[in-house]
């Protein structure tokens, strides 16, 4: 079992849409969390964290639930150009350094 | 520089030849990773440098590669010997903080290709 898991989708929306997804990680000491997008042969780039207490950024939501081990990301109102990868981040926290990344959920929003 | 600077941007590689990738990160950036991506999943860490020291190698998948960042600043990741199975994308990031919990900002990234 991979130590960050994602559905892969594919998610095909359409515009306007709003669209979840969902992460899971299973070492308990994480204590970072993030989301990346990933556009198709690009660098991945950071999209936000992902506090406790659950934080907006506009358009995107992000939760996290400790004790379920489970992070989400909601993206309202969907835009054409939200089509990309998304990717599941958790970090140890400590002077590891290491982040874990997920495989991605590939997201296509259509006109 | 404005952000991390990987090069080359392509190579490719007859299996068994030695290759060089470099990366110039973000100035100041105290902390440096590199990261291998297969196509079709998730970056997999190689290794994490503070400054000029290499705190974790861990996730370098055998004895023909090897990090170094020399004076804190550029870093080189060298694989020896290379393989069809190192062929994928290479990527450097960078994080201001010794603290990791800041998020990375990555390179384009170096895409290997071994023939």
């Known amino acids: 079992r991979k130590e960050v898991e994602q559905d892969p989708g594919p998610f095909n929306v359409p515009e306007g849409a709003t669209v979840a997804f969902n992460c899971t990680y299973s070492n308990s000491a994480s204590q970072s969390f993030f989301w990346y997008r990933q556009d198709c042969r690009k660098e991945p780039k950071l999209l936000m964290s992902v506090y406790s207490s659950g934080n907006e950024d506009g358009r995107f939501t992000a939760q996290l639930n400790r004790a379920s081990q489970y992070i989400s990301l909601l993206i309202r109102d969907s835009k054409l150009s939200d089509s990309a990868t998304y990717l599941c981040v958790v970090n140890r926290g400590t002077n590891a350094g290491k982040s874990t990344f997920g495989d991605g959920t590939t997201l296509t929003v259509k006109p | 520089g404005a952000g991390v600077s990987q090069s080359p941007r392509y190579k490719v590689a007859k299996r068994g030849q030695d290759v060089a990738l470099r990366c110039d990160p973000i100035?100041?950036?105290?902390?440096l990773f590199w990261y291998q991506q297969a196509l079709g999943q998730g970056p997999e860490f190689l290794t994490y440098f503070q400054n000029e020291a290499q705190l974790d190698k861990s996730g370098l998948p055998s004895d023909r590669f090897f990090a170094e960042r020399p004076e804190g600043s550029v870093s080189t990741l060298k694989i020896q010997r290379t393989q069809q199975e190192d062929s994928a994308v290479y990527l450097c990031?960078?994080?201001?903080?010794?603290?990791?919990?800041?998020?990375?900002?990555f390179g384009s990234g170096t895409r290997l290709t071994v023939v």
């Open positions: 100035s100041g950036h105290v902390s």
């Open positions: 990031a960078s994080s201001s903080a010794r603290d990791p919990n800041y998020g990375y900002t």
